[in-house]
């Protein structure tokens, strides 16, 4: 390699989806189970777009995964889940979340780009946010910029009916917005 030859690196990510069985689906399968699926189907397509991804497995705890993210030196740390109400407002509200670190401008950024696809394929676009928190682990405990999704409610049957039948839709717009994110074309 000559001197003007530029070196390049791919692009690291740490994938999340969620370890909660216990949490579940209106009509069956668990958070754990319905987030995994997504992960299943955006592994293949983030690497076809030239992304290193490496994730966490259903047995590992919140810890772990943070550990690992940690031991790397990751681009983005992605986390998957699905949301449910308070007690109160139980099978109620709809609606992804994508939360991120109100002090990280890459974690923001990563937000709304997930956020403005979710737009693109979610049925009432209105109801998709970007919230900064300070309250959860995967997201003031990595070391990578990070973003936490709450894909949808599962304890609506409307929002969980979605999910469960847009798996791989969810996925092209995670990993288009990873692209994006990642400044890389994206080939899906």
Sequence with gaps: MNKNEKVTTMPDLFLSPSTQKANL???????????NRIADDMVPMLEQNGINVVRNTPNTSLGQAIRESNAGNYDLHLALHSNAGPSNLAGKLRGPDVYYYPYS??????????????????????????????????????????????????????????????????????????????????AL
């Excluded at 689906?25 to 958070?31: A, D, F, H, K, R």
């Design 25 to 35: 689906y209106v009509t069956g399968g668990s958070e754990q189970y319905w987030m």
């Design 105 to 186: 401008a890459s974690g923001k950024r990563a937000a709304e780009l997930i956020a403005d696809e979710l737009r693109k394929i979610y049925p009432d676009p209105d109801l998709v946010s970007t919230v900064a928190t300070t309250r959860l682990a995967e997201i003031t405990k990595t070391s990578a910029p990070a973003v936490l999704v709450e894909i949808a409610y599962h304890d609506n049957a409307e929002d969980e009916a979605w999910i469960r039948n847009n798996i791989t839709v969810i996925a092209e717009a995670l990993t288009r917005a990873v692209c994006a994110y990642l400044e890389m074309n994206c």
